[in-house]
């Protein structure tokens, strides 16, 4: 199993970052995707999933309005829009592959840095 991630970086307040996790060696469909973020105060915390199967979705209320998970089969890669960002959205990214929404054995991909400048 293996997840690659890209799309973090630096952007000014307010503005877009869509980050990407490529994943490779199981079934995409039939597992649950994730985005975890870390900040600096070394918090963690669950930004959105997308679960197996119907692909309902779920949010952190910290981001609902301006972050969009999403997925593609053809490509097994997910994807998280970020737009309108504020500088409290400066984190750390995971995205996750697991048979639910929980961190609890889940395969996790390198991380990518968001950093929000004010």
């Known amino acids: 199993v293996q997840l690659v991630e890209s799309g973090g970086g630096l952007v000014q307040s307010g503005g877009s970052l869509r980050l990407s996790c490529a994943t490779s060696?199981?079934?995409?469909?039939?597992?649950?995707i994730g985005w975890f973020r870390q900040t600096p105060e070394n918090e963690r915390e669950r930004v959105s999933c997308?679960?197996?199967?119907?692909?309902?979705?779920l949010y952190a209320d910290s981001v609902k309005g301006r972050f969009t998970i999403s997925r593609d089969s053809a490509t097994h890669t997910a994807y998280l829009q970020m737009n309108n960002l504020k500088a409290e959205d400066t984190a750390v990214y995971y995205c996750?592959?697991?048979?639910?929404?929980?961190?609890?054995?889940?395969?996790w991909g390198q991380g990518s840095q968001v950093t929000v400048s004010s």
């Open positions: 996750m592959m697991n048979v639910d929404c929980q961190p609890y054995g889940a395969y």
């Open positions: 997308i679960s197996s199967g119907d692909d309902s979705t």
């Open positions: 060696g199981f079934t995409f469909h039939d597992y649950a």
